[in-house]
């Protein structure tokens, strides 16, 4: 099976343009009143809490998903909130088996109480996706959360492209990357930050005077490191392109591009990106060097500058150099 590509989507009539350009499945954010009521226009069910990353009645709700049931293209809703209070587990239950019955695909969640309510409703035809904020970093984490309910797990971002295909292939349970814009500088499911700047700086991206306090009287160099790499990151240019067709061949199920709240044009640009890398780069899969090089120099293409490490998804294949990994 040929791995999908999952594009945001926040508008229905975004759908056509990201299906012509590759996209296979869809996810959007929607806030339903009562969770609104009770925490306001910051705490968001789904990690976006701006205007423009979530769909603001049914009614456009449903025009999404008719728009891709008529091309028999899955929409799926975030509500990956975590943690949930538990009060609002049972309203939130309720909400899926409305979102169920308006025919969305499935929810993606990231709280485990949330996703044990779920599995008791035994839904049919309908998926739960456990998100990366589960951080599954290994196929007994992913193998866990299937008995909990989970249809699909979305890795933790931090795995290489062998520990990632290494985990597709040891079960049976899809298992999904994030790899294209946004990628996060800190473990996502140890992050309480709050993405709810409408103008999308997030924390992790501000700069920060550090001074070291620990034991020994200088920064350890692996921790210098660390920070060298991530200072200076932006999101917007962040990517795995060069891993595409390792994962897909690895077994990978599907490939997730970061950005609801974003323009449809940077949509549009990494769906593209990445389905080329999908479909033109399959014969490399075998050839991690063939990969980088492709990779790269898409890349350029796309962004019209060289890729750096900071913005590597996937820093086996040694991003700003252009010599083989």
């Not at 423009?52 to 049931?69: H, P, Q, W, Y």
């Not at 979305?154 to 492209?161: D, P, Q």
């Not at 549009?268 to 399959?282: F, H, L, Q, Y």
């Not at 996937?314 to 010599?323: A, L, M, V």
């Given at each position: 099976?040929?791995?999908?590509?999952?594009?945001?989507?926040?508008?229905?009539?975004?759908?056509?343009?990201?299906?012509?350009?590759?996209?296979?499945?869809?996810?959007?954010?929607?806030?339903?009143?009562?969770?609104?009521?009770?925490?306001?226009?910051?705490?968001?069910?789904?990690?976006?809490?701006?205007?423009?990353?979530?769909?603001?009645?049914?009614?456009?709700?449903?025009?999404?998903?008719?728009?891709?049931?008529?091309?028999?293209?899955?929409?799926?809703?975030?509500?990956?909130?975590?943690?949930?209070?538990?009060?609002m587990i049972p309203r939130l239950v309720d909400f899926v088996v409305e979102l169920s019955l308006r025919e969305v695909r499935g929810v993606i969640v990231s709280d485990l109480a949330l996703l044990l309510a779920l599995?008791?409703?035994?839904?049919?035809?309908?998926?739960?996706?456990?998100?990366?904020?589960?951080?599954?970093?290994?196929?007994?984490?992913?193998?866990?959360?299937?008995?909990?309910?989970?249809?699909?797990?979305?890795?933790?971002?931090?795995?290489?492209?062998?520990?990632?295909?290494?985990?597709?292939?040891?079960?049976?349970?899809?298992?999904?990357?994030?790899?294209?814009?946004?990628?996060?500088?800190?473990?996502?499911?140890?992050?309480?930050?709050?993405?709810?700047?409408?103008?999308?700086?997030?924390?992790?991206?501000?700069?920060?005077?550090?001074?070291?306090?620990?034991?020994?009287?200088?920064?350890?160099?692996?921790?210098?490191?660390?920070?060298?790499?991530?200072?200076?990151?932006?999101?917007?240019y962040s990517c795995g392109l060069c891993a595409v067709p390792m994962l897909a061949v690895g077994g990978v199920h599907a490939f997730k591009i970061v950005g609801r709240g974003a323009e449809t044009s940077r949509k549009?640009?990494?769906?593209?990106?990445?389905?080329?890398?999908?479909?033109?780069?399959?014969g490399d899969a075998g050839s991690p060097s063939a990969c980088a090089r492709r990779g790269k120099a898409l890349y350029r293409e796309m962004f019209g500058r060289p890729c750096s490490p900071e913005n590597c998804y996937?820093?086996?294949?040694?991003?700003?150099?252009?010599?083989?990994?």
């Open positions: 099976m040929t791995m999908r590509i999952l594009s945001p989507i926040d508008r229905a009539d975004e759908l056509p343009v990201l299906a012509a350009a590759g996209a296979d499945e869809f996810y959007a954010g929607y806030v339903p009143p009562f969770w609104a009521e009770a925490f306001g226009p910051v705490v968001s069910c789904n990690r976006r809490s701006f205007d423009a990353a979530n769909l603001s009645t049914t009614d456009e709700l449903d025009a999404l998903v008719l728009a891709g049931n008529l091309r028999g293209l899955p929409v799926y809703i975030a509500l990956n909130a975590t943690p949930i209070p538990d009060s599995k008791e409703r035994r839904f049919r035809r309908f998926e739960m996706h456990a998100s990366t904020l589960f951080s599954a970093f290994n196929g007994a984490t992913v193998a866990f959360l299937a008995r909990q309910g989970a249809a699909r797990v979305v890795l933790a971002r931090e795995l290489s492209v062998a520990e990632a295909t290494r985990v597709a292939s040891s079960g049976r349970t899809p298992v999904e990357v994030i790899g294209m814009r946004g990628r996060c500088p800190n473990i996502e499911g140890f992050c309480s930050h709050l993405h709810d700047d409408p103008n999308r700086t997030w924390p992790c991206e501000l700069h920060y005077e550090k001074t070291w306090e620990g034991v020994s009287l200088e920064m350890p160099p692996m921790v210098a490191k660390a920070l060298d790499r991530n200072e200076g990151a932006d999101r917007y549009v640009s990494a769906v593209e990106g990445v389905r080329r890398m999908r479909d033109e780069g399959i996937f820093p086996e294949f040694r991003p700003g150099e252009d010599d083989r990994p």
